[in-house]
Structures are given as C-alpha cells and as structure tokens.
C-alpha cells in the first residue's frame, strides 16, 4: 500500500510539470512569433540584401535556386508535395522530439529546449539588423504556395515577417533537433528518422521558393552556436521525469510485509 500511495503522490507533481513545461515552451513560441513581426524590416532593404546573397551565391557559384525551381515545377504533383513538406513537416520534426525527449530523457529535452530558445533570440536581431527577402519576391521566382498550396498556408496570416529568410530556422531547428536526438546512437536507423526530414526539407525551402542556400547554412549555423552555448548552460538533470520512476526508491525498494 506504501508502494501505491507514493506513485499517487508522485503522478501530479509530474503532470504539473509537464504543464508548466508546456506554458513556458509556448510562452516563448508566442513571443518569438509576435517579436519576429515586431522587427520587420522595410521591403526595398529585404529585397536588396536578398541580392546581396544572391550575389555572394553566384561568386561561389553555388546560385542553383532558380534553376532547381524551375526544373521541379515542370510536375505539379511534385508542387503538392514539397508544399505538403514545408508547410507541415517542419512542425513535426520539432514537436516529436521535444515530447520524445520529455518522455525519456530530461536532460537533452533541456538541452534542445534551451537551443531552440536561444537560437530564436540570435536570429530576432539578424532579422533586425538584416531583413532578407526570400526568393520568391524576386523576379524569376514562383510562390509555389500560392500556386499549388493549400489556403492556409497560401495566405500566411497577418503574424508573419515576410523578409525574414536568414537565418532559415526552418532547416536549422530539426537539423540540431535531429543531432540531439541521434547523438551517441550507433544504429543506423535513428541517423536517417533524424535527419532524412531535415534533408527533405532542406529542399522544400529551395523548390518553394522561400529560401537561399545561403539562408539555409545560415540556419544550421546559427542553430548549431545555439547548441553549444545551450549545452554550456544546461544542468545535468539526468533522472527526471519518465526514468526517474524506474529509479524511484519506492521502486527499488518496496516495503516488506510486516
């Protein structure tokens, strides 16, 4: 009965803490969303440091956006489809391993949590300081999500920065989610559910037309310093939440009858 009584007792401290977990996660979604609109920049500068990248990309001659697009919108199906991947791919590949990692290892939860957090505050002055227009304001781009899109995403909504497209956080939040995740794994198929979204969407951002490559390595490089000053100042807090009850002494040790 001892045994019982404790596990009751402990079932709503955990789920005060998952929910106070998930205020304070969309408490900084919230702000992060309404802070990005906060520091829009003015169109004709977005559109000029859009050339600027564009510009660096043809010095490197890595300037493949528009030619990639071009070649992919040749099937409307495959429009549907990287469509389908930007729009709502992205929003899987950061929610699973945020609840994933809540359910079984508090200490990289933290971790990615953290970077996420810290990321979003580093990419709120890029966007500040250099408001980039993505691709498809240029000309020779398509929105392909006004072509072929759903409504929804067509439309975008009124809380949106349009010229906020490095660093692209898109490829950069489930490419360090994906690390996390795959970190000090040897089995190969944690590697590829990791990182073969990141890849897919990698390419959605450049066939929709919303991002640069530039834009894309911005992402992941930002994303990853993110993750090194996330990893500095995260405690360990290995033996929280779901392990911690496989190492609960009222588990370990149950009373013996009397």
Do not use: C, K
Not at 99 to 104: A, I, K
Not at 206 to 219: E, K, M, S
């Amino acid at each position: 009965m001892a045994y019982t009584s404790t596990v009751d007792e402990e079932r709503p401290q955990r789920l005060s803490r998952g929910w106070s977990e998930v205020v304070l996660v969309a408490g900084v979604y919230v702000t992060y969303t309404v802070m990005r609109v906060v520091v829009e920049g003015p169109r004709e500068r977005a559109i000029e440091n859009a050339h600027t990248v564009l510009g660096w990309e043809r010095t490197l001659g890595v300037d493949w956006e528009r030619s990639a697009q071009g070649w992919m919108l040749e099937w409307p199906a495959a429009i549907r489809f990287w469509n389908f991947v930007y729009g709502w791919v992205y929003w899987a590949v950061i929610a699973i391993p945020l609840l994933l990692l809540w359910r079984t290892d508090r200490t990289r939860y933290y971790l990615l949590r953290n970077t996420l957090t810290i990321a979003a505050g580093v990419g709120l002055v890029i966007f500040a300081l250099f408001p980039t227009s993505p691709p498809r304001f240029l000309d020779g781009y398509v929105d392909t999500l006004a072509v072929e899109g759903d409504r929804l995403l067509a439309e975008r909504g009124a809380f949106v920065n349009e010229y906020a497209a490095v660093p692209s956080f898109h490829v950069g939040w489930p490419a360090v989610a994906g690390l996390i995740i795959a970190w000090r794994s040897t089995r190969i198929s944690v590697w590829l559910a990791a990182f073969v979204p990141t890849t897919l969407l990698a390419l959605a951002v450049v066939f929709t037309g919303n991002h640069f490559l530039f834009d894309i390595f911005a992402g992941i490089g930002v994303s990853l310093a993110a993750l090194l000053a996330a990893y500095i100042v995260t405690p360990s807090t290995a033996g929280e939440g779901h392990d911690e009850r496989a190492t609960s002494p009222a588990r370990t040790s149950p009373p013996s009858s009397p």
